[in-house]
């Protein structure tokens, strides 16, 4: 099983990229947000408990979360590996993740970073604004924000990662296609 995280402030491409590595790879996409969703609409247990903090307007507790994410890679034990898309968020979650994975007899192989020029990010999510109508993409004030909570939060984990020898960080800039490459070199390096 080989498992890769996808890093990179809103705008930098994870999903455009993450779709590619999954075919490329032939791995599973975990992404925390569509795995809430799947456990709400189908009213299991974690979702409905998910959804009691959500009705609320507070953060769903970490323990709800990796119970979720556990769920997911046990319901799955002949997946090739994973994409880790918006988890782990926090060093916490990281840790718990990695006894999820050992668990499993498996480890995160490798973690990737995109990095991207801020006022790129900023012209990429306000186009994609205009073209989806994400409010949380038509304000510049806004977007900055959200780069502030991802640095926040993030340069910790990366560290995390950067001491286990994992994080490879990967320049963001360019055609889809070059980003691309990159990408695969790096995670063909960790192979």
């Known amino acids: 099983m080989f498992n890769v995280i996808i890093f990179g402030p809103p705008g930098a491409g994870k999903g455009t990229q993450s779709a590619m590595l999954l075919e490329k790879y ?9 795995v809430f969703r799947s456990n709400i609409k189908g009213e299991t247990e974690l979702g409905i408990l998910a959804k009691s903090y959500i ?7 970490d323990e709800v979360t990796i119970a979720m994410v556990e769920d997911f890679l046990k319901t799955r034990p ?28 498996t480890t995160i192989d490798t973690v990737l970073a995109l990095e991207v020029e801020e006022d790129e990010l900023v ?12 409010v949380d993409d038509q304000s510049e004030e ?7 909570e991802y640095n926040n939060k993030t340069e910790p984990l990366l560290a995390y990662y950067e001491k286990q020898d994992k994080l490879s960080r990967v320049h963001g800039m360019g055609q889809i296609d070059e980003i691309f490459a990159r990408l695969c070199e790096a995670i063909d390096k960790k192979a």
């Open 26 to 34: 032939e791995l599973v996409h975990l992404s925390t947000g569509d």
């Open 55 to 61: 009705d609320k307007g507070q953060l769903v507790p």
């Open 78 to 105: 002949d997946a090739k590996g994973f994409i880790f898309d918006g988890f782990p968020r926090t060093i916490s979650q990281g840790e718990a993740l990695d006894t999820i994975l050992s668990n499993l007899n």
């Open 123 to 134: 012209k990429r999510l306000l186009e994609r604004g205009k073209q989806s109508g994400r």
């Open 142 to 148: 806004t977007i900055r924000n959200r780069f502030g």
